[in-house]
């Protein structure tokens, strides 16, 4: 059998039907206010993301930038070891050359 409102209406009882009365009137002056309230809090919330958005965008740039140069001193490195046993056999040449 489908519920009939009269079930609700017993099962709820009297505080739960004035709960329900008072929802229903106070749902038009409640509801503006909630969305008074919490329009602000919501653009602050935003404009504290933008915020965070904006510092962590130039931490990361910065930290790029740092990784670009650590990137550039270890090739720099790589190739002057490469370097670096060409050299060492030129001057043992020379040395036992001389």
């Given at each position: 059998?489908?519920p009939k409102i009269?079930?609700?209406?017993e099962?709820?009882?009297?505080?739960g039907i004035?709960a329900g009365?008072?929802a229903?009137?106070?749902a038009?002056?409640?509801?503006?206010?909630?969305?008074?309230?919490?329009?602000?809090?919501?653009?602050s919330?935003i404009?504290?993301?933008l915020?965070l958005y904006e510092?962590?965008?130039g931490?990361?740039a910065?930290l790029?930038?740092?990784w670009?140069?650590?990137?550039a001193?270890?090739r720099?490195?790589l190739?002057?070891?490469?370097q670096l046993?060409?050299?060492?056999?030129?001057?043992?040449?020379?040395?036992?050359?001389?």
């Open positions: 059998m489908a009269t079930d609700f209406v099962d709820a009882g009297a505080p004035i009365i008072g229903v009137i106070l038009p002056v409640v509801i503006p206010v909630v969305a008074g309230v919490g329009k602000p809090i919501a653009k919330l404009k504290g993301g915020v510092k962590s965008k931490a990361f910065e790029g930038e740092t670009e140069d650590m990137v001193e270890a720099a490195e190739a002057e070891s490469k046993p060409a050299v060492e056999a030129a001057d043992n040449i020379s040395d036992n050359g001389a």
